[in-house]
């Protein structure tokens, strides 16, 4: 199981931080990864991190802005969100790809596990 946690109402320019908490397997040993959906959009992927070697991932539109980070200890994974723009609202969700180590893309269908999202709405 997965949990996400940390949406909520930004003004433009602001930061968010999410945390998305598993339950029932080590996140450590998975490819976990940020999706967001927009209203009338698909779901897109925002960032990920391998478990072989910690690589992170990021999309063009959040290069330097969103951070990504693990805290095994804590069974966590975290998406600090920096100067937040209005297109980065939606509906954020943390998702689990058990069958690779290593961060290859963002393809809905080969994640297999997924939290119940969380809602980031960036506005003035």
């Known amino acids: 199981q997965l949990v996400e946690s940390g949406g909520g109402l930004v003004r433009p320019g602001g930061s968010l931080r999410l945390s998305c908490v598993a339950s029932?397997?080590?996140?450590?040993?998975?490819?976990i990864g940020w999706f967001r959906q927009s209203p009338g959009k698909e779901r897109e992927g925002v960032s990920c991190?391998?478990?072989?070697?910690?690589?992170?991932d990021y999309v063009d539109s959040v290069k330097g802005r969103f951070t990504i980070s693990r805290d095994n200890a804590k069974n966590t994974v975290s998406l600090q969100m920096n100067s937040l723009k209005p297109e980065d609202t939606g509906v954020y969700y943390c998702?689990?790809?058990?069958?690779?180590?290593?961060?290859?893309?963002?393809?809905?269908?080969?994640?297999?596990?997924w939290g119940q999202g969380t809602q980031v709405t960036v506005s003035s």
């Open positions: 991190v391998s478990s072989r070697d910690g690589r992170t």
């Open positions: 998702a689990v790809q058990r069958t690779s180590m290593d961060c290859s893309g963002y393809v809905p269908s080969e994640y297999d596990y």
């Open positions: 029932g397997f080590r996140l450590g040993y998975v490819v």
